[in-house]
């Protein structure tokens, strides 16, 4: 998967905000495969990977909660030293800014994913599928 839908989440940050929005899409039968957290001026802003996105939208909807979908690069690595430097070395080389990243891991798996938000993120599924190629040969 060279690219996916990420939803990032703007909420209050205070006790419990978090856990109402996990909750909601639990109840739903969503499951979060990839997550990160960032407070932001007396905000929050959440971003998450899930294992369906409508639903997690319609959940989102339905909690009132606001959000934004963005297309980002994703890819799996290797677990073991290097990694993520070869990647984010191919990206730089590229000319790819890195606006941000976290990481995930598929159900089942044991190979974690890295998430990767930069302006075109086609362009930099593409470059880091390269650097996931060579890791594995």
């Known amino acids: 998967m060279p690219?996916?839908?990420?939803?990032?989440v703007r909420m209050e940050d205070q006790p419990g905000a978090l856990g109402k929005i996990c909750?909601?899409?639990a109840d739903r039968g969503v499951n979060i495969l990839a997550f990160q957290s960032?407070?932001?001026a007396g905000?929050?802003?959440v971003r998450l990977i899930v294992d369906d996105p409508?639903?997690?939208k319609s959940v989102l909807d339905n909690l009132k909660v606001k959000y934004d979908e963005a297309q980002v690069a994703q890819v799996k690595l290797p677990h073991r030293p290097g990694e993520l430097?070869?990647?984010a070395s191919k990206l730089g080389e590229a000319s790819v800014n890195i606006n941000y990243a976290y990481c995930g891991i598929e159900p089942g798996s044991t190979e974690p994913f890295l998430i990767f938000g930069v302006a075109d993120a086609n362009r930099?599924?593409?470059i880091l599928e390269e650097a996931a190629k060579a890791a594995r040969a």
Do not use: D, Y
């Open 3 to 8: 690219t996916t839908r990420e939803l990032s």
């Open 43 to 45: 905000k929050g802003v």
């Open 38 to 40: 960032i407070p932001s």
């Open 85 to 87: 430097a070869r990647a």
């Open 23 to 25: 909750r909601g899409l």
């Open 54 to 56: 409508t639903e997690a």
């Open 124 to 126: 930099a599924a593409k």
